[in-house]
């Protein structure tokens, strides 16, 4: 595990029990998913590269358009393809056609895989990685080393 990967998911770990809030990004009071990477982004990194702007629980899929997709591949590195590491940023598409809007930080990998995210409805919380929601990756990214 790169030092960077072991940061984030040592990070992610600490935000295990934050309740889930849309849009928001303070651990232990609040976040969505895109929160739980933006507060592990800036204990690891500094300032976050870039404001978000509002946005809705369902993203971009009226559009059609991958908004966080582009952002993730304009902000985090890509993965090495085949290479699945703790720390990882993971990003999914929750259905079959539907833009990919759900994103978890890489916890084990090998036999018995797990990704820590923030689901509405439970929170933070490090979940297994099952064949459904490995089904759903669309894409895996790591966070950029010593900073943006």
Known sequence: MSDIGRQALCEARRWIGTPYLHQASARGAGCDCLGLLRGVW?????PEPAAVPS?????SEPEGEERLWHEAARHLRPASPGHEAP?????????AGAVAKHLGIAGRTGAAPSFIHAYSGHGVLESPLT???RRRI?????????GA
């Open 42 to 46: 800036r204990e690891i990194l500094g």
């Open 55 to 59: 946005y809705t629980p369902d993203w």
């Open 87 to 95: 720390g990882d940023v993971i990003l999914f598409r929750m259905r």
């Open 131 to 133: 064949a459904p929601w």
């Open 138 to 146: 669309v894409a895996r990214f790591q966070f950029p080393d010593g």
